[in-house]
T-cell receptor
Framework: DAGVIQSPRHEVTEMGQEVTLRCKPI?????LFWYRQTMMRGLELLIY????????DSGMPEDRFSAKMPNASFSTLKIQPSEPRDSAVYFC?????????????FGEGSWLTVV | AQSVTQPDIHITVSEGASLELRCNYS??????LFWYVQSPGQGLQLLLK??????LVQGIKGFEAEFKRSQSSFNLRKPSVHWSDAAEYFC????????????FGTGTRLQVTL
């Protein structure tokens, strides 16, 4: 059974460029989470969706960040324009019905470097 | 609001020694508690979780954790550490509800000496 699939695994881009990170959650899961991990701030929840609807985007740093979930099997996190301080590992995770009695499964992350 | 504190940033133990990683949480109701492990360059893997019932939970790789409501703690233990256990360990707390989220601690980096 495939886990959470993220792409790209690694990306290096120049400041000002648009970055799109993609995520395919585990089939059947209806909750999806985007996390960012940095040395300074640890793991931060950026946004989470339930049944394709954004429930809480309070962790999205600023307007340069946007996330969509057009269907149950796909989500994107977009940064436009990107800045060096956006360099981090971005994790997508999914679960069945949030956290209640269920496990959140993480993808292997998208390692973003903005130069 | 829920929060998690992992007071130890870095711990070093000898291979074969016992291990205890501390985790304290803050949450008004009964929490859902998790321990995840992250090896360098990898994603997060679930070690174990507590939702209800027996307060001592067993996980993978020989790890266990004990939920102590009176101390708001969920410490992770292993009786004998292996060199391959060197990694970063994250404690996390979740809230009840279908559209809930997971809040992570800052992590504890475990170094194992031979």
């Amino acid at each position: 059974d495939a886990g959470v699939i993220q792409s790209p695994r690694h990306e290096v881009t120049e400041m000002g460029q648009e970055v799109t990170l993609r995520c395919k959650p585990i089939s059947g899961h209806n909750s999806l989470f985007w996390y960012r991990q940095t040395m300074m701030r640890g793991l931060e929840l950026l946004i989470y969706f339930n049944n394709n609807v954004p429930i809480d985007d309070s962790g999205m740093p600023e307007d340069r960040f946007s996330a969509k979930m057009p269907n149950a099997s796909f989500s994107t996190l977009k940064i436009q324009p990107s800045e060096p301080r956006d360099s981090a590992v971005y994790f997508c995770a999914s679960s069945l019905n949030g956290v209640s009695g269920n496990t959140i499964y993480f993808g292997e992350g998208s390692w973003l470097t903005v130069v | 609001a829920q929060s998690v504190t992992q007071p130890d940033i870095h711990i070093t133990v000898s291979e074969g020694a016992s291990l205890e990683l501390r985790c304290n949480y803050s949450y008004g109701a009964t929490p859902y508690l998790f321990w995840y492990v992250q090896s360098p360059g990898q994603g997060l893997q679930l070690l174990l979780k507590y939702f209800s019932g027996d307060t001592l939970v067993q996980g993978i790789k020989g790890f266990e954790a004990e939920f102590k409501r009176s101390q708001s703690s969920f410490n992770l233990r292993k009786p004998s550490v292996h060199w391959s256990d060197a990694a970063e360990y994250f404690c996390a707390v979740g809230a009840a509800g279908t559209a809930s989220k997971l809040t992570f601690g800052t992590g504890t980096r475990l170094q194992v000496t031979l």
